[in-house]
């Protein structure tokens, strides 16, 4: 998903509730493991909430710690705030029943 960062902020979190689906729920954090992570774009390699350290979703309704954008996705200077591409990835576990599941989210800076 694309969000922008108000101009006088560099940083962001996510919430997320858990995915139902009728009577069905999946769970954010399951058998002590997280199953959902996300990760910006514009984030260098190697710091916290880049592709290769995610920041994983251990509780639902629930922010973790702030990441912190390292980069600009739209370089135009008409363009106020920052622009980030942010990747999220939910894990669905075995045996989950199927169904179309929704959730909720909240971004907060």
């Known amino acids: 998903?694309?969000?922008?960062?108000?101009?006088d902020a560099n940083h962001f979190h996510l919430k997320?509730?858990?995915?139902?689906s009728g009577g069905n729920t999946l769970p954010v954090?399951?058998?002590?493991?997280?199953n959902m992570k996300y990760w910006s774009e514009q984030i260098t390699a190697g710091l916290i909430g880049s592709e290769s350290n995610p920041v994983l979703i251990t509780?639902?309704?629930?922010?973790p710690?702030?990441?912190?954008?390292?980069?600009?996705?739209?370089?135009?200077?008409?363009?106020?705030g920052m622009q980030t591409n942010i990747h999220i990835q939910v894990q669905?576990?075995?045996g989950q029943a199927s169904g179309s599941y929704s959730t909720s989210y909240g971004l907060e800076n």
């Open 65 to 80: 710690a702030d990441i912190v954008l390292n980069t600009d996705d739209n370089t135009s200077t008409d363009s106020p």
């Open 92 to 94: 669905i576990p075995s």
């Open 1 to 7: 998903m694309y969000a922008t960062i108000p101009t």
């Open 16 to 20: 997320f509730a858990d995915w139902n």
């Open 59 to 63: 509780a639902a309704s629930t922010y």
């Open 29 to 34: 954090f399951s058998n002590a493991t997280s």
